[in-house]
């Protein structure tokens, strides 16, 4: 029996009802198994790659998520696209609007985006190519019911994304009326966090969790909270104090996740969230 399923069969006790587990938590599971690993867990909440979805079947994700009392909080959708004037970008504009589709057939009330790489020298630029090209993609979307949010990514990353801070992500989203997801592992240390945070919460549609294994020079270093570096108690606390009313989704990937075990460093973070979480009166 695959590891990260054994626990199944016995009844976990109930996580905080705000606590969520992505599906990146368990790289070597489909979509559905990771769903039944989830619920195993006591979790109610997850987030899913649109590739993952897609691979098991939108209609079987969907089937894991009511057999297990699993919802989907938020999916990936492919929103990145080559800036250049003149780019064939027809394609990527129904990849695009084909996850935001699987993102409704799963009952994913957002969905989160990287940009692709800048093209233009000037960030501006690029912001404003970008907003004239996903225009459309928001306004498909939003007839759905679906919001659709950048998620702003360390700087090594820019072969994929120019969104490198909260910051950043709020000028893109007055551009393009887009939200942001908040992965804090990416932007704990930015000096204006917790300001940008207070002005701008009712922008912020997801946020994830995972903490920074300390003295490690390489991506991925996450670790479990409550284990390294990044100040989450801090941090989630201003959250709820500024009126964040979304799930806490714990995103865990790399060696302090692999020597752990995906399952173990799992359901250690869940237990941390949710004693947190009930502390905190959330």
């Known amino acids: 029996m695959n590891p990260n399923l054994a626990d199944n069969a016995v009844a976990a006790t109930p996580a905080h009802p705000r606590v969520a587990v992505s599906g990146l938590c ?36 969907a089937q894991a998520c009511r057999q297990h009392g699993v919802g989907m909080a938020t999916t990936t959708a492919l929103l990145r696209f ?7 970008i027809e394609e990527q504009l129904a990849l695009a609007r084909a996850d935001i589709d699987q993102a409704e057939t799963v009952g ?9 790489r800048r093209h233009f020298p ?24 679906i919001a659709v949010a950048v998620e702003p990514t360390n700087w090594l990353y820019a072969d994929l994304n120019f969104v490198h801070s909260l910051h950043d992500a709020l000028l893109l989203g007055a551009r393009t009326g887009m939200g942001t997801c908040l992965d804090l592992f990416h932007v ?3 000096a204006e966090l917790l300001d940008d ?30 284990a390294g570096d990044v100040p989450s108690r801090h941090l989630i606390e201003e959250l709820l104090a500024a009126g964040y009313t979304g799930v806490f989704d714990l995103e865990l990937s ?14 250690e973070s869940v237990a941390w969230l949710s004693e947190l979480l009930t502390e905190l009166g959330a």
């Open 188 to 190: 704990w240390t930015e």
């Open 82 to 88: 080559e800036l250049a004037p003149g780019a064939d």
């Open 122 to 145: 000037d960030w501006e630029a690029n912001a404003s190519r970008y907003a004239q090209i996903t225009a459309g993609l928001v306004e498909y979307a939003a007839g759905k019911g």
């Open 254 to 267: 790399g060696p302090a996740i692999d020597d752990r075990g995906h399952h173990a460093a799992a359901a």
């Open 197 to 226: 945070i207070r002005k701008n919460i009712e922008l912020i549609s997801h946020v994830q969790l995972s903490d920074m294994t300390p003295g490690m020079r390489s991506l991925p270093c996450r670790d479990v909270l409550g």
């Open 26 to 61: 368990f790289p070597t599971l489909s979509a559905v198994d990771a769903i039944a690993t989830i619920g195993g867990l006591g979790v109610a909440g997850t987030s899913m790659t649109s590739t993952k979805i897609r691979e098991s079947g939108a209609d079987a994700v």
């Open 108 to 116: 994913a009330r957002s969905v989160y985006t990287l940009t692709g």
